[in-house]
């Protein structure tokens, strides 16, 4: 099982993706960050899973992580993943932690 979907699988559901893929990856200060910034909670609806991922990576691979993510999974955005019932959070955790 992938380490992040592992925590992810444990953590209190109060805690969302983006901290199980920043603990998964072993950044304690990316952790520290998104619980200061209301727990992981990503910006203007994209998926926490791939807004960690993101955070763990260098600006210029951004584009190209997005891109991957929405290839997959349809949407980078929570909203939209949610409301069309696609595909699950463990789901979005695993490929961003990938990415």
Request: glycine share 8%.
């Amino acid at each position: 099982m992938n380490k992040a979907v592992e925590i992810y699988s444990r953590i209190p559901k109060t805690h969302n993706c983006a901290q199980a893929v920043a603990e998964g990856c072993d950044r304690h200060d990316l952790v520290e960050t998104l619980k200061i910034c209301g727990g992981g909670r990503a910006p203007e609806g994209i998926c926490g899973a791939l807004y960690a991922a993101m955070l763990l990576n260098p600006p210029e691979r951004h584009a190209a992580m997005r891109k991957a993510f929405h290839k997959e999974i349809g949407s980078e955005y929570c909203d939209e993943i949610r409301a069309a019932q696609t595909v699950s959070c463990t789901r979005c955790v695993e490929i961003a932690s990938e990415l």
